[in-house]
């Protein structure tokens, strides 16, 4: 893999991780000490040894006063201190539309705000907590209030909902760019929605909104089929961790257990360690637009994003993605390449199949006797699909984004860095994608050729041992036909290691 020095810009060079930007953020220990003393008299129980830190210049965390046993309920916070809405429970497709799916429409969305019963949910919670705000001291989310962070810093300062992103930042990234345009219409939904509250500033509507998106959690509704949206307090103020590999670094998880939510330790903890959980499985670009979390050191979770124009596809393929259900041919279809396939060697499992759908039959073409396993969409790897795929990812990759690395302005430094680094991350999964990929081109190309000829060998050998051989071992020519298939492969393989040896040593000699 190559090193990220290479195409990062010089705005990575700085810290990235846990940034939240120069916006001050006015919260003192003294908010959140009153917040604990507001729940515990109303009957939550939190560890008092749990410490809530200024981690950075501009956010707070949770951390561990004491070893904390795995197992251990660290917080547990009473149902009724839960500022909650509750929503419908939409059923899921019993198959998703392969190609909706891999565009990146709003199935690669990670939140409520994927579909308008969930946006009804986010919009009425924002509601509530202006209410809640506007009544001050009558209010029983007082201290609650009083925790949250101030516009000053919600939304967070990478968040799509501070500012405007500049058009040129987005070409870095199409994973980026089509989840910041997805996120900027979906908020500006609830946005208006929310402007119908009298007396409402659109900072006030910003802050609130704000504050739903990226604090809130998931639990489970009154009834069956329905499924509520909660601000926790105290227990919002734990920080996300993301996926590192096999490696489970996140502290916490969290459960609802007799009408109570609780957070749990999921590990043993240490004392002073930071007490995280995982907002969401998803890569560093839904992290970044959903809650303002700039790119972890790793995410086992992170896809590059791969952008098809229709154009590139023959008129008969058209027809055949059509099916498939890309519709509007007019607008290019994202593809997503998932890192973790890097992970099994060579095997890009993931990868292909999702690339190779526009020559793989569609599913309403495909007979299924009575009766018969269902049998998946096998990927056509002949040698005409992987050139398409090489030409792809070629092109993908192509995209590099120089203009906007040169002329990063110096407010935006952040953001930018940001999205250097995911851009970065991006193009190495594609290049990984596009270096096996060519392999397999080749060697599809050298195995064509090797048995075509060893077909031919085989029915002349064939021919003469037949004049040779008894009747009764005939058997024998049948295995002797494997043999020399196998040998002709093993030949195969031999030829393309050496090309593939070859091709290294002129690109060294060109280096
Ligand atoms: C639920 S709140 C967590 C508490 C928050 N840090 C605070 O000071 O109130 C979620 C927000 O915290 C910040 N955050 C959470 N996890 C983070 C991380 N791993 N790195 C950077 N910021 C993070 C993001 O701004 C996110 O929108």
Not at 74 to 79: G, K, L, N
Not at 226 to 251: R, Y
Not at 387 to 405: C, D, F, G, I, K
Request: net charge negative; aromatic share 8%.
């Amino acid at each position: 893999m190559r090193a990220l020095s290479a195409r990062v810009p010089w705005q990575t060079l700085r810290p990235l991780v846990r940034r939240h930007g120069s916006l001050a953020d006015h919260r003192t220990l003294r908010e959140f000490e009153d917040l604990r003393h507001h729940l515990v008299s109303e009957g939550a129980d939190l560890d008092p040894e749990l410490l809530v830190v200024r981690e950075s210049s501009d956010g707070f965390g949770v951390f561990a006063g004491r070893a904390i046993q795995k197992g251990e309920v660290v917080a547990s916070v009473p149902r009724r201190l839960v500022l909650e809405v509750p929503f419908a429970v939409q059923p899921r497709p019993a198959e998703a539309l392969p190609f909706a799916a891999a565009a990146g429409g709003h199935g690669q969305w990670y939140d409520v705000m994927g579909f308008p019963a969930g946006r009804a949910a986010v919009t009425k919670a924002a509601e509530r907590l202006i209410e809640e705000y506007h009544a001050g001291h009558n209010s029983p989310f007082k201290a609650y209030c009083a925790a949250l962070p101030p516009p000053s810093v919600l939304p967070p300062p990478l968040h799509p909902l501070r500012r405007r992103w500049p058009l040129e930042l987005l070409k870095a990234s199409p994973m980026v760019e089509r989840l910041y345009m997805e996120a900027r219409s979906l908020n500006r939904e609830c946005l208006e929605a929310l402007a119908k509250i009298p007396d409402c500033s659109l900072e006030l509507r910003c802050w609130a909104l704000a504050a739903v998106i990226t604090r809130n959690f998931a639990l489970k509704g009154p009834t069956a089929g329905v499924s509520s949206l909660g601000l926790l307090p105290f227990i919002d103020l734990f920080n996300h961790q993301s996926s590192e590999g096999g490696k489970i670094p996140f502290t916490c998880s969290y459960q609802e257990r007799h009408g109570c939510v609780v957070m749990v330790a999921d590990r043993g903890i240490a004392k002073g360690e930071e007490l995280t959980f995982v907002y969401a499985a998803a890569p560093d670009a839904a992290l970044l637009i959903q809650y303002g979390i700039p790119p972890a050191a790793s995410n086992f979770h992170n896809v590059a994003g791969i952008q098809i124009h229709s154009d590139v596809l023959g008129a008969e393929v058209r027809n055949v993605v059509r099916d498939w259900g890309w519709t509007d041919l007019t607008k290019p279809l994202l593809f997503t390449l998932p890192e973790a396939w890097q992970r099994g060697g060579l095997r890009i499992s993931g990868a292909q199949p999702n690339l190779d759908r526009p020559h793989v039959p569609p599913p309403k073409q495909q007979t299924r006797r009575r009766g018969h396993r269902k049998r998946d969409h096998a990927p056509n790897h002949d040698g005409a699909t992987l050139a398409v795929l090489v030409a792809w990812l070629e092109a993908a990759l192509s995209r590099t984004p120089s203009r906007w690395q040169r002329c990063a302005p110096s407010e935006d430094s952040d953001l930018f860095a940001a999205v250097a680094v995911i851009a970065e991350r991006e193009a190495e999964i594609l290049e990984e994608c596009l270096l096996e990929t060519r392999r397999r081109l080749l060697a599809a190309e050298l195995l064509l050729e090797s048995f075509e000829a060893a077909r031919e060998w085989q029915f002349c050998q064939t021919l003469a041992l037949q004049r040779e051989v008894p009747a009764v071992d005939r058997p024998f020519l049948k295995t002797l036909g494997y043999f020399l298939a196998e040998e002709a492969f093993r030949r195969a393989s031999l030829r393309f290691l050496e090309k593939e040896k070859e091709e290294e040593e002129e690109e060294e000699e060109e280096e």
